[in-house]
Structures are given as C-alpha cells and as structure tokens.
C-alpha cells in the first residue's frame, strides 16, 4: 500500500494493484519515432499491467502497526518469507499460460532486493539485507529464472526487464508524490542498441497534474493517465477495526495526469 499523508490530516491510499495498472497504462502506450514499441507487445504489456498483483491478497487485509497506530507504507512491510511466496504465487495465478509475461515479472521481483541488477543508475537504489531465510528463497527463485531465460533472446528479455524498472519508477513518480523535478537512467531506446545502452529522460512539472518528459516516449502527444486512491479522514486510527472500517468505507477519488 502506497500511503500518503496530507497536510490537511487526511490519508490517501494507493494500492500496489493500482500502481500496477498505471505502469500497464505507461508500458502499453510506449513508443514511438525514437523509442521502440514494446516487443512481444501482447506478454510485455500484461507483465506491465500485472507485475504487483502479487499484492492483491495483502490490500485485501493491510497492515496495521498498534503502536503508531497507522498502516505501514509498503517500503516499511517487513519482507518476510511468507510475503515473497504469496507474491510469487499471485503474480503467477495472474499471467498463467503466459511464459515470457510471468519470467520478466519473476525477474522484476527478486531484482527489487538487487538493486535492480543495477540497470539502473538514477534514480539509485542500493542492494537490501536480506534475512538468511529471505535471501535463500530469492537464491532459489533466480536459478529457476535463470534457467527460464535459455528460451528465449537475451537481449530482448534484458530490455524488456529494463524497461519494466523504467515503467515502474514512473509509475512510484505519480503515485507517492506530487510532480516534482527528476529523471531516471539509463531509459532504453531500441532492441538493437548495445546492452546497457540508454538516454537520460528529465521529468519536469509543468503543473500539479502536467509532466513535462525529455524525449518524450509515448505513442501518443499527449498522453493522459489515470490513477485511483482511496481518501481516508484521518491518518491514525485507535485501533486495527476502526482502521480497516475507514478503510473499506473510503471514497475514491481519481487523478488524471497529462504527459507532454
């Protein structure tokens, strides 16, 4: 659960899910002259859209810390080993028949505790410390992984696997925060380039709901995106009960951003 707290006292939450669906929105809508639409277009569009279904179970009951009296923001959840099988396991009820869908989003999840695999120089994110238990489960799931990817191109796969890591710091970009001045690199650009290869891409405000992105990515000009979030009235609660009760009962209020 994405968990932003507002000025004026009230809670907004974002469900992983949702970011899930924006990121498909921005992996489906991609390319264009300079950039390459997303090939297999059909597998990378579903991993997109799909990549934190894994989380469905846990939006269904979320966390609630007695002593803050809060539910935790999903960087402060525990990676527990139990955590990372339902994630596994949901994703892959998700994308079932789809190999290529569920390998790149297999890889996504065990590289978020690699630093991405370093493919990604900033916004920078450093390798975590894995409990001996955790770190043996996310072992296991590599070499199966690595074994995976012997069916199918390289190169391909890497750039798809890139490019999901780009869609998905987009996708946090909008959802844990207003727009703010940033850029992320390297973003690939073709299938063809050389490994590793890619160009600086600045997002600039140009309002609260505008984003300025340099080069510009998308298929369309511009591109408007939509995102859902739970409104809540307060940011702590006595108890779990009265938590989930204001959770459940939340309104729903929509963002539209427009990309240029």
């Known amino acids: ?49 799909y990549h934190d279904y894994g989380w469905l179970q846990y939006e269904a009951t979320p966390g609630f810390d007695e002593a803050r009296g809060q539910t935790p923001n999903f960087r402060e959840i525990p990676a527990a080993v139990a955590r990372h099988e339902v994630m596994e396991q949901g994703f892959e009820w998700v994308l079932a028949g789809d190999r290529y869908a569920t390998l790149v989003v297999g890889m996504h999840r065990t590289g978020l505790s690699r630093a991405r695999y370093d493919t990604i120089a900033h916004p920078a994110q450093k390798p975590r410390v894995m409990q001996p238990d955790v770190e043996a489960f996310i072992a296991g799931a590599e070499a199966r992984q690595e074994q995976e990817q012997k069916a199918f191109d390289h190169k391909q796969l890497w750039t798809n696997y890139r490019l999901l890591q780009v869609w998905d710091l987009l996708g946090l970009y909008f959802c844990c925060d207003d727009p703010y001045e940033d850029y992320i690199e390297p973003v690939p650009e073709r299938y063809e380039d050389s490994e590793g290869a890619g160009v600086r891409m600045t997002l ?57």
């Open 1 to 49: 659960m994405i968990v932003r707290k507002q000025d004026g006292g009230e809670l907004w939450l974002i469900g992983q899910t949702e970011h899930s669906r924006l990121v498909g929105e921005l992996g489906a809508r991609w390319g264009n002259k300079r950039f390459a639409v997303p090939e297999p277009y059909e597998s990378i569009a579903r991993a997109a859209a």
């Open 204 to 260: 600039t405000p140009v309002d609260s709901r505008t984003v300025k992105f340099d080069p510009f990515p998308f298929q369309t000009q511009p591109c408007r995106v939509q995102l859902i979030y739970r409104t809540l009235p307060r940011i702590t609660y006595p108890d779990e009960a009265a938590f989930r009760r204001a959770y459940y009962s939340a309104p729903i209020g929509l963002m539209e951003f427009t990309l240029v």
